[in-house]
């Protein structure tokens, strides 16, 4: 990966690291722009290792590469705050693309990753709005007054129905 990225003009290799400890201390040593980090390291993963990365003072972007295309790896990188998630079969072109793009404050996901990630919460979505539906369909037509007025920030007691018959009669005189 070093020869790619040094065939670049645009980017600098800064240092290489065996495992995620050493790039936690290349990190530490040199300044980073973007680390790229394989998801299964010894001594410490990829995903720890980004986590870690992401909270040292001045802290580089990551992309996180990995031979295994599995949903956990590609949400364990993401909330551990890596900014690009690759496959190792990526297409080297678009690595170097990707360094640019994470370098500069954009993100770059494989494109499987990505369309298996927006399924998801395509799925999630629905899901949850057809659950919410079937809930809120369940209510009278009070619980739905109650659930309006709270929307709209009415308390608990200002909704009921003793409360509202009162705050009526005292905003009509």
Known sequence: MADLLDGDEGIEVIAQAADGLQAIEQATAHRIVVALVDVRMPRMDGITAAARLRVLPDPPKVITLTTFDLDE??????????????????????????????????????????RRLIDRCHASDHSKTLAAQARFERLTPRERDVLKLLAE????????????VARDLVSSQ
């Open 73 to 114: 790896f590609v949400c364990g990188a993401l909330t551990a705050g890596a900014d690009g998630f690759l496959l190792k079969d990526t297409d080297p072109a678009e690595v170097l693309r990707a360094v640019h793009l994470v370098a500069a404050g954009s993100a770059m996901l494989h494109p499987a990753a990505a």
């Open 153 to 164: 920030g009415e308390t608990n007691a200002e909704s009921n129905p003793a409360a509202t």
